[in-house]
């Protein structure tokens, strides 16, 4: 979407959240406009209603090769809050602006100069929180499980003060969902990558997405991608290694195909995110 700031471009934007487009990037490459200039005000006010509704906006320098750069500050995104605002108004931006609860933003910027080139919505239910909204991951490939634990562990303690999320892919090794309930008797029979259900009886949340390419997603509620037994929970809590997944959520993104009799396979896992939140 390029003529954002044209007549009725913020009708659009609000139309393609309503409809829950998985992506929506608003070029403004074009404009040379920063972030405070008062001609952004309306994509402002959806960055700002996004952060209200507990997404995440992330505002990053657009990687470019120039040498000698100075960087400039970042953009800031301040919340205005609605401390004396009318209760007709607050009300009419509770419904105009209420699909942005399921959005996360990025604004990339000019590190030279600042201005603001791309807006990116991305809705949360659409891929892989590392390749939409964060272009900064602490990656780890699962190899096996000798090395796995203490890999992950050291990971994620690293990450929380960075506030960065970690994510696990299965490139080397496949890993599929258990058909049954998680027992240490069945744990075996899962394979090579039975650790990191290990690990995913901690987070505090857990979701479960399909590796989807479409524009629009269907409605579709987040899904425990396990049903752990206490005994498996207790033993895992009880181990420091897996301490620093407590105050994760864990973002499970899943493949799944056809078989040759045209039933769905069971659903093999792409990578998974361990996305820090705030300790209670």
Request: with cysteine.
């Amino acid at each position: 979407m390029d003529e954002l700031n044209s007549k009725g471009g913020k009708s659009e934007i609000r139309k393609l959240l309503e409809e829950n487009a998985g992506k929506v990037l608003v070029d403004l490459s074009g404009k040379n406009l920063k972030l405070a200039d008062d001609e952004l005000d309306d994509l402002r006010d959806f960055l700002l209603e996004i952060s209200k509704r507990d997404g995440r906006v992330a505002i990053e320098k657009l990687h470019i090769a120039i040498r000698g750069l100075e960087i400039a500050d970042p953009p800031l995104l301040k919340d205005v809050g609605l401390i004396g605002w009318g209760l007709i108004r607050r009300i009419y931006r509770s419904v105009y602006f209420k699909r942005t609860g399921d959005y996360n933003a990025k604004v990339l910027y000019h590190p030279g100069n600042g201005k603001i080139n791309l807006i990116f919505f991305v809705h949360k239910r659409y891929g892989d929180i590392c390749e939409t909204v964060f272009s900064s991951c602490n990656e780890i490939e699962y190899l096996d499980e000798d090395t796995f634990d203490l890999q992950l562990s050291t990971a994620l303690r690293e990450s929380k003060e960075k506030g960065l999320p970690v994510r696990v892919n299965f490139k080397q090794v496949q890993a599929s969902f258990p058909e049954t309930k998680l027992e240490w008797e069945n744990v075996k029979s899962i394979g090579r990558s039975a650790r990191i259900y290990k690990w995913l009886a901690l987070p505090k949340e857990t979701e479960m997405k399909p590796l989807s390419r479409s524009r629009f997603l269907p409605l579709q509620a987040a899904l425990t991608v396990i049903d752990y037994s206490v005994s498996v929970f207790d033993y895992v809590n009880q181990i420091i290694m897996y301490k620093p997944a407590r105050n994760t959520k864990a973002e499970v993104l899943y493949t799944q195909k056809l078989t040759e009799e045209g039933t769905l396979a069971a659903k093999s896992i792409h990578s998974v995110v361990f996305v820090p939140v705030k300790e209670e």
